[in-house]
């Protein structure tokens, strides 16, 4: 895993990248967390790729823990990747709200998600 770093308007922002699965539960989400934490990082930004295809079955409850644990830390997320795939009305309903809270938030692109924290 390495962290690639990029600042928008003074805000130091974590890139997550990585060739493999990060995220496969909760505690690895807040281990990460907590990394990127003590680096100073502000905003995080992952991989579809790289969290574990079950977080995205809102049945097993993997992504409200992980999501729930940034809102709690006050560290703003930002998952990048292409959400077309997933057909459940559920998971496009969570991404929907997900990206109107400003907090965690669905983006197509790096850039995307760049330019969303500078807001």
Known sequence: MEIKSHEVNSIKIAEIVSGEIIIKSA??????????YYQRFDKVILHE???TPEFFDLKTGIAGEILQ?????????????DFSKYES???KDFIFESNKTKHVNFMGTLEEALENFKH
Request: hydrophobic residues 45%.
């Open 27 to 36: 505690q690895d989400g807040l281990d990460l967390m907590g990394n990127v």
């Open 89 to 91: 009305k559920s998971m």
């Open 69 to 81: 644990k940034f809102s709690n830390y006050r560290i703003a997320l930002a998952i990048i990747g």
């Open 49 to 51: 790729k790289n969290i």
